[in-house]
C-alpha cells in the first residue's frame, strides 16, 4: 500500500490537453490540488470541466499530458489510481434493484474491502445521509435526491483519498443538498481532497479553500475568493460577480 505524504499534491495536472473532432476542449491545462483541499472547479458550459475530472478519473483518455494522483501516474498504474479516488458524476447509475445496503456491500465487494469494514461504514454513511431507514427498500423507487445520496455513498464506500464531484447537488432540494454537503465537509477535515464542479456559485462560495475557473479549456483564474476579488479590484464582489467579470475578460479579444 502507499504511504501518502502531505507534501504529495493530491492531483498533479501538467500539460493536460484533450480534443474531440478537432474542437480543443483541455488545452495544456495546469492545475494542483493539494491533500485536505475543497476546490471549485468552475466555468461556463463547455468550458472544459467535465472533460478535466472524467480524465483525472482515468475514464478518458488525455491526448498529451499528465495526471498524478498523490504522485500515482493515472496512465502508467490506472488500477492503483482508481483505487484512491472516487468519481461522480451528476447522474449517477445505480442498480434500481437492490436496496442501499445490498448496493453498499456489493460496491465495496468490487473494491475488495473487507466486509466487516464494508458493513460498519455502509451503516455509518447511510445514518449520516439519513437512508438507514430506508436501507431495506429497493432504489428503484427513490427520489433523485436519495439515488444521489446513495450514490455518494457508493461513491465514499472504499475510503478514496481523491473525490472527484461533477454537480453533485443538481436538482437536489435544500435539506438533501444540506446532508451532502455536510458530509463533503466532514471528509475535507480528515484530510481527502475534494473537486468540485458546479454551477451553484452560492454552494463555491461557502466552501471552497480554493477556486479555479477554467475558460475555453485553459485556467484563466485561481485563488481564494479574497485572491479572486483582489484581480477584480472589488473586495465586496460576490463570487458571481466576480466569476462573470474574469470569465468576460477571458473571453475579450
Known amino acids: 500500500m502507499l504511504i501518502h505524504s502531505s507534501s504529495t499534491p493530491a492531483l498533479s495536472v501538467?500539460?493536460?490537453?484533450?480534443?474531440?473532432?478537432?474542437?480543443?476542449?483541455?488545452?495544456?491545462?495546469?492545475?494542483?490540488?493539494r491533500p485536505g483541499e475543497f476546490y471549485a472547479l468552475l466555468g461556463p458550459n463547455g468550458?472544459?470541466?467535465?472533460?478535466?475530472?472524467?480524465?483525472?478519473?482515468?475514464?478518458?483518455?488525455?491526448?498529451?499530458?499528465?495526471?498524478?494522483?498523490?504522485?500515482?501516474?493515472?496512465?502508467r498504474d490506472?488500477?492503483?489510481?482508481?483505487?484512491?479516488?472516487?468519481?461522480?458524476?451528476?447522474?449517477?447509475?445505480?442498480?434500481?434493484?437492490?436496496?442501499?445496503l445490498e448496493y453498499l456491500e456489493f460496491v465495496a465487494g468490487l473494491w475488495g474491502v473487507e466486509p466487516g469494514v464494508a458493513l460498519s461504514r455502509a451503516r455509518d454513511l447511510l445514518g449520516v445521509l439519513e437512508l438507514w431507514p430506508h436501507r431495506h427498500t429497493r432504489c428503484e423507487g427513490f427520489s433523485r435526491g436519495m439515488k444521489q445520496k446513495v450514490a455518494l455513498a457508493g461513491a465514499l464506500i472504499h475510503d478514496p483519498m481523491l473525490l472527484l464531484l461533477d454537480e453533485p447537488l443538481t436538482g437536489l432540494d435544500a435539506a438533501i443538498a444540506r446532508q451532502v454537503?455536510?458530509?463533503?465537509?466532514a471528509r475535507a477535515k480528515t484530510g481527502r481532497a475534494i473537486i468540485l464542479t458546479t454551477h451553484i456559485l452560492e454552494v463555491a462560495e461557502r466552501l471552497a479553500d480554493r477556486i479555479g475557473i477554467i475558460c475555453d479549456g485553459r485556467l484563466c483564474a485561481e485563488g481564494t475568493l479574497a485572491e479572486l476579488r483582489a484581480r477584480t479590484g472589488r473586495a465586496d464582489d460576490s463570487l458571481e460577480d466576480v466569476f462573470l467579470d474574469l470569465t468576460s475578460r477571458a473571453a475579450a479579444p
Open 14 to 33: 501538467r500539460g493536460l490537453c484533450k480534443s474531440f473532432d478537432g474542437k480543443q476542449a483541455v488545452e495544456a491545462l495546469d492545475l494542483t490540488i
Open 78 to 100: 490506472p488500477i492503483e489510481a482508481r483505487r484512491i479516488t472516487a468519481w461522480l458524476p451528476d447522474e449517477p447509475a445505480l442498480y434500481d434493484k437492490l436496496d442501499p
Open 181 to 185: 454537503k455536510d458530509l463533503l465537509i
Open 47 to 75: 468550458a472544459g470541466k467535465t472533460t478535466t475530472i472524467r480524465m483525472a478519473a482515468g475514464l478518458l483518455p488525455p491526448d498529451s499530458g499528465s495526471i498524478e494522483i498523490y504522485g500515482v501516474d493515472v496512465r
